[in-house]
């Protein structure tokens, strides 16, 4: 079962867009919420990361949005370029856990 | 600084066969992770090892898997009697204490023929 959804699947975007991508969990024990960003070949690298504490958190053009209440969370990419173009996943982490849950991924395609 | 190092990059095994995979975590990190992602999906948690002891193992496919850190650095993942299902990326991830940010490295890519 998966434990963090993720939509779109895949998304195109034009340059200089906002892409959204969305997440929705229902463990309430998540308390740790990162976004992975992952390139062809090539390991996730931490994009941003927030706790349930806060509604959101903005680092550059990347944004979480929290919804506790509804429990999910979007990223934000604003004035999307075409290097911006990989597979994000979103993930979750368990209140006294170490292991990571990773939402099943959007492939991010943005058009110049 | 150096990033989270993963050998080989590339791996082609038989089934059946006996393979090693080595995960070289950023210096001073003590938490060290595995996950295997299939293509296609996120990552999948195997193993977490805070220090040289394996903190939780839940994770791993069966018996045929198995892991080591024995002096809280370098770690090798090993799997017995690779099935074609094994292949996929093995990923490996360090992070400088528990519950903090996890840094991946690129993963072996592991085909079972």
């Known amino acids: 079962q998966q434990q963090v959804k993720q939509s779109p699947q895949s998304l195109i975007v034009q340059k200089g867009g906002i892409s959204i991508i969305n997440c929705a969990y229902e463990n309430t024990a998540f308390d740790y919420f990162p976004w992975y960003q992952q390139f062809p070949g090539k390991g996730p690298a931490l994009l941003i990361a927030i706790r349930p504490d806060v509604s959101e958190k903005k680092e550059g053009r990347f944004t979480i949005s929290f919804n506790k209440s509804a429990k999910q969370f979007s990223l934000h990419i604003m004035d999307s370029q075409p290097g911006d173009s990989a597979t994000y996943f979103c993930a979750a982490i368990p209140t006294g856990a170490n292991n990571l849950f990773f939402g099943t991924g959007t492939r991010l395609t943005v058009i110049p | 600084g150096a990033g989270v190092s993963q050998t080989p990059s590339n791996k082609v095994t038989e089934k059946g066969k006996y393979v090693e995979l080595r995960c070289d975590p950023i210096?001073?990190?003590?938490?060290l992770y595995w996950y295997r992602q299939s293509l296609g999906q996120g990552p999948e948690f195997l193993i977490y090892?805070?220090?040289?002891?394996?903190?939780?193992d839940s994770g791993l496919p069966n018996d045929r898997f198995f892991a080591v850190r024995p002096e809280g650095s370098v770690s090798t993942l090993k799997i017995q009697r690779t099935e074609r299902g094994d292949s996929a990326v093995y990923l490996c991830?360090?992070?400088?204490?528990?519950?903090?940010?996890?840094?991946f490295g690129d993963g072996t890519r592991l085909s079972i023929l």
């Open positions: 090892f805070q220090g040289t002891g394996a903190a939780d």
């Open positions: 210096s001073g990190h003590t938490a």
């Open positions: 991830a360090s992070s400088i204490g528990p519950n903090q940010p996890q840094h």
